[in-house]
């Protein structure tokens, strides 16, 4: 069974300021996908990652996939408000994503 | 239409009582996922149609679980003798390809429903 661990799991931060959510597996995938869920709305992906070390900037969100296409970061720099949801990351199956384990994150005005 | 449309919003079924979701996906779209996602949590995989096949439908929790896609457009997620562990919100994607189809390109992107809650008394 191919599982993707988030950490952390919750993060309460202020406004401006700057973290980190990982997303780690044990399996490979041939890619991977970031995205954000609000209450009450399904998932907007973020974007893709394909290419191992790959990295992929956003606006103030940088994205990076490890070398071995086992992991992921998301770096949000200068946290807004706007920012808050649950981030999950996705890794590509054949027939399937797996989706994380989901970090939720509230920036604090 | 123009994003994926799923219904009802919300639903709340008595234990043992057997309820009947809809997806209508992005028209054209090959893939199409249904999920199971607890209140915080990821989405679960539940089931996996390419057109009106479904090819993977293991992450169907049990058999009272049963998921079809009959003309390949529309499919109903059917859940018979409704458990109290059955409530969650269940969400639908559509993509034009199968996830490992063309990486990178666009053709493998999720588009998701706002989801059904379903609240099982």
């Known amino acids: 069974t191919q599982l993707l661990e988030q950490s952390p799991q919750f993060l309460s931060i202020q406004e401006g300021e700057n973290l980190t959510v990982y997303c780690n597996s044990s399996?490979?995938?041939?890619?991977l996908q970031w995205y954000r869920q609000e209450p009450g709305e399904g998932p907007v992906l973020l974007v893709t990652v394909v290419t191992g070390g790959e990295v992929k900037k956003l606006k103030r969100l940088t994205f990076q996939f490890g070398d071995a296409r086992k992991d992921s970061s998301l770096h949000i720099t200068a946290a807004q408000p706007g920012d808050t949801g649950l981030y999950l990351c996705?890794?590509?199956?054949?027939?399937?994503?797996?989706f994380g384990t989901g970090t939720r994150l509230k920036v604090l005005a | 239409g123009a994003g994926v449309s799923q219904s009802p919003r919300y639903k709340v079924a008595k234990r043992g009582q057997d309820v009947a979701l809809r997806c209508d996906p992005i028209s054209g779209h090959v893939s199409l996922f249904w999920y199971q996602q607890a209140l915080g949590q990821g989405p679960e995989f539940l089931t996996y149609f390419q057109n009106e096949a479904q090819l993977d439908k293991s992450g169907l929790p049990s058999d009272r679980f049963f998921a079809e896609r009959p003309e390949g457009s529309v499919s109903t997620l059917k859940i018979q003798r409704t458990q109290q562990e059955d409530s969650a919100v269940y969400l639908c994607?559509?993509?034009?390809?199968?996830?490992?189809?063309?990486?990178?390109?666009?053709?493998?992107?999720?588009?998701f429903g706002a989801g059904s809650r379903l609240t099982v008394l």
């Open positions: 994607a559509s993509s034009l390809l199968l996830p490992s189809g063309r990486v990178g390109s666009g053709a493998n992107v999720l588009t």
């Open positions: 399996s490979v995938f041939s890619s």
């Open positions: 996705a890794g590509a199956g054949t027939y399937k994503y797996i």
